[in-house]
């Protein structure tokens, strides 16, 4: 089955600083997420992005599907922002997601 | 955007007990899904649902049991809980409705201890 890869696994900001999180993987895809998970445990929706660019305020996300990856951008961050940054795609079609491993984001005051 | 509830929230179960956690979503999609998360992990899909009627099993083995009688419930049953099942259960729905595809639309979750 298809392998998803996320990068950094953690990472650590000031507040006010910018971020890119890369999720890789391994086929092609039909459907691709992005989520933030926050400290209660809720995964709200971000961006669905199986191609092109997306903006969202302060996030933007970028998916090239050709070259199999997909990028979160997330600008002047605020501790808000914390959290798990989790990518999740479907490759075959069935609608069935698998995730990736996450990435671990603490931003400081 | 779409509304799915979970209860209980928070789940403390002694062993061997029938637990039964609920999932209903109010946006008449048609396919539903149940995730098992440990603290900071990914998520497994344990079971999902194309429709009433349908049930699936999903990547990750699970000793649990899911029906689908009603297009907005999806309720997931473990006959005798063990200690090795305390971890947290996430369901999600998507559907014809939810532009432009498949995006999922996540619950708030069930926190579940088995002691």
């Known amino acids: 089955g298809i392998q998803v890869e996320q990068s950094p696994p953690d990472l650590i900001l000031q507040e006010g600083a910018n971020s890119t999180l890369r999720c890789n993987f391994s086929?092609?895809?039909?459907?691709l997420q992005w989520f933030h998970q926050n400290p209660w445990g809720q995964l709200i929706n971000l961006f669905y992005?199986?191609?092109g660019t997306k903006q969202n305020g302060r996030l933007s996300a970028t998916t090239v599907a050709t070259e199999r990856y997909s990028l979160l951008y997330i600008s002047s961050s605020q501790t808000t922002d914390s959290g798990v940054y989790f990518c999740a795609v479907d490759g075959s079609g069935t609608y069935k997601y698998i995730f990736g491993t996450g990435t671990r984001l603490k931003v400081l005051a | 955007e779409a509304d799915i509830y979970q209860t209980p929230r928070y789940l403390v179960i002694g062993t061997g007990k029938k637990i039964t956690l609920e999932c209903s979503q109010t946006m008449g999609h048609d396919k539903m899904y149940w995730y098992q998360q440990d603290p900071g992990m990914e998520l497994h899909l344990i079971h999902y649902s194309y429709g009433v009627n349908s049930t699936e099993k999903g990547d990750l083995s699970s000793e649990s049991t899911v029906s689908r009688i009603r297009t907005e419930h999806f309720p997931l049953t473990l006959e005798s809980a063990r200690p090795s099942h305390t971890s947290q259960y996430l369901c999600?729905?998507?559907?014809?409705?939810?532009?432009?595809?498949?995006?999922?639309?996540f619950g708030p979750g069930t926190r579940l201890t088995v002691l």
């Open positions: 086929d092609s895809v039909n459907n």
């Open positions: 992005i199986p191609s």
């Open positions: 999600a729905s998507s559907g014809p409705w939810t532009p432009p595809g498949n995006e999922q639309f």
